[in-house]
């Protein structure tokens, strides 16, 4: 059995939407199912490009 967690970002990344995934999982909120997801780390951008001290 894949972990929820994998299995979230799995489906995420495929496209289906946050609710189907809350349901998927049996999860009361939308917020739980976002912890599961955790944040995705833009690596073509650092802190300083959305300062816009890098001009």
Do not use: C, W
Not at 12 to 22: H, T
Not at 23 to 29: F, G, M, N, R, V
Request: aromatic share 6%; charged share 20%; proline share 4%.
């Amino acid at each position: 059995m894949m972990p929820a967690g994998a299995f979230a970002k799995l489906a995420r990344m495929g496209g289906a939407p946050l609710e189907q995934i809350q349901l998927t999982l049996d999860h009361a909120s939308i917020a739980a199912t976002e912890r599961y997801l955790g944040t995705e780390l833009n690596v073509d951008a650092t802190a300083v490009d959305f300062t816009g001290l890098a001009d």
